[in-house]
């Protein structure tokens, strides 16, 4: 069972996964060595299953980031997901319920790099394209 301060040291986390057990202690009045304590708990458990990294995508030349949805022809869908892991573009990739099948988020280099990407994709199945313009809300709380 997760406790509040549980939750409250995964909330930290979400904020600063590089964040001291010490300042994660002093902002939930917890001791360093409690908080790393629980810590080791949660991984252990599986509950924190990894720290991640935010890129900048468009300070490395990536000047497009947009949303796919894919609606896969028939019998393509194992293909598919045999293969998703080739294409450097795609960040995230979800299965999903309704008529299409596959959620894409992909950072392209211009409008060309998106043409190629699509021109790749189409051979899974019909592509819904979406330019996203920004982000206006990431969740960094249970």
Known sequence: M???IDIKIINELKRNSRASFADIGRKIHLSPSSV???IQKLEDAEIIKAYSLHVDYSK???GLEVIIILKLFSGKIKLFINDVNQFSEIKEAYRITGSQNIHIRAVLRDQLH???FIDALINYGDTMT???LSEIK???SL
């Open 114 to 116: 998106l043409q190629q």
């Open 60 to 62: 490395l030349g990536f």
């Open 130 to 132: 979406h330019l996203i």
């Open 138 to 140: 990431k969740d960094k």
């Open 2 to 4: 997760v406790s509040d």
């Open 36 to 38: 790393r304590e629980r």
